[in-house]
């Protein structure tokens, strides 16, 4: 602080120790008292902290010392962080992750294997079609992959008929063999 070019006399404080006015008026603890002044004979009382449990959408936990750690995003990536008190790996816990399919088709849908296996030679045989026609046509021709399915199945299953039995129907034999008859046609049906 620059002395001022004249004497003074008394000595100013040091600019730390002066107060903001403006922080005595507008303080949230200030504002919290006086509501609950004003309030009081309703019986409220005002604070300026949540008393509210804040719902975290993704929690990992260490798999030795069990901490967790909770987050709005998914930003911890397990094979780069770890626990930061005892170093040992972390486990996603909430949501569940999905079954990791390394690089295999084995998670994605049917219609998403047909997509990767189609869509590059589908869209070389229609060169002058934009992508939303494009997208029709590989459409269309899963459809009709899935029809020509749905035929091989209906005409690869063997109906199932159960007939009469000629025999005394207040006998069981009769109906036992006709359901073992039944499960053994049934053994042979081939569903998929």
Not at 85 to 99: E, G
Not at 146 to 171: F, L, N, P, T, Y
Request: net charge positive.
């Amino acid at each position: 602080m620059v002395p001022p070019p004249f004497d003074l006399p008394f000595s100013l404080p040091k600019p730390s120790t002066i107060p903001n006015p403006s922080s005595l008026i507008f303080s949230p603890h200030i504002r919290a008292r006086k509501c609950t002044a004003e309030f009081s004979h309703r019986n409220i009382h005002v604070t300026i902290k949540h008393s509210y449990t804040i719902a975290y959408k993704y929690i990992w936990a260490c798999t030795s010392c069990g901490m967790e750690f909770k987050r709005h995003s998914k930003s911890i990536d397990p094979s780069r962080h770890s626990c930061g008190s005892c170093k040992n790996k972390l486990v996603q816990v909430q949501p569940v992750p999905r079954a990791a399919n390394d690089g295999k088709m084995g998670g994605l849908s049917e219609y998403q294997k047909f997509m990767k296996v189609n869509f590059a030679r589908l869209k070389r045989e229609n060169e002058g079609l934009g992508q939303k026609e494009v997208m029709a046509v590989v459409g269309r021709k899963f459809r009709e992959m899935k029809a020509e399915k749905g035929e091989e199945r209906s005409s690869s299953a063997e109906a199932v008929v159960i007939e009469d039995s000629e025999e005394d129907e207040g006998s069981r034999g009769g109906d036992e063999e006709v359901v073992d008859d039944v499960a053994r046609k049934l053994d042979f049906l081939n569903l998929s």
